[in-house]
């Protein structure tokens, strides 16, 4: 039996690939604070409480573009989409739900995975109780097991959602 395979999927710059190298235990994924840097699909192995799977950092997705380079991140985040058995869709709680956030959450739930929506750069805001429930508009609520969000105090919470992949 092959070990089960999760994809972090989302739009540019919400902090894929920093949570990428914090579940696996390293830095794999370079990290940077601008878009694109992150272009294919970056694997790693994890474990998560005694759970093996194998995670699949991508590039930020811009569904509507006409740049090559941003069209070809697409087409490898597509492919992880496709083999993943458990999607992770990070948001940036910050920024609120946006058209992106709103198109990629389509292509999401028509690929009928798993999907765990968390909602990531949380950790200064005060009204992170009101904010997070904007994030149930996408439409997910048959798809997740909950929304879940990154404070500096709770990021391990990600370990309750590796329980599906058994």
């Not at 395979?5 to 990428?20: D, E, H, L, W």
């Not at 090559?68 to 990070?90: C, G, R, W």
């Not at 439409?139 to 097991?145: A, D, E, V």
Request: hydrophobic letters at 40%; glycine letters at 6%; a positive charge.
């Amino acid at each position: 039996m092959s070990k089960p395979m999760v994809a972090i999927i989302g739009k540019p710059n919400v902090g894929k690939s920093t949570f990428f190298n914090y579940i696996i235990g390293k830095r794999l994924s370079i990290v940077e604070d601008k878009p694109g840097v992150t272009r294919d699909r970056v694997y790693g192995e994890a474990n998560w409480r005694g759970r093996n799977f194998t995670l699949v950092d991508t590039g930020g997705i811009e569904p509507k573009s006409d740049d090559v380079i941003l069209s070809q991140m697409k087409v490898q985040a597509d492919i992880a989409i496709n083999i993943a058995d458990v999607i992770v869709f990070l948001t940036d709680l910050k920024q609120g739900v946006t058209a992106v956030d709103e198109e990629i959450a389509l292509m999401l739930k028509k690929s009928k995975k798993h999907i765990v929506l968390v909602c990531n750069k949380s950790d200064n805001l005060g009204k992170t109780k009101d904010d997070i429930y904007e994030f149930y508009n996408l439409g997910l609520r048959r798809t997740i097991s909950s929304i879940i969000y990154k404070c500096s105090w709770n990021w391990r919470c990600f370990r309750c959602y590796i329980r599906m992949l058994s």
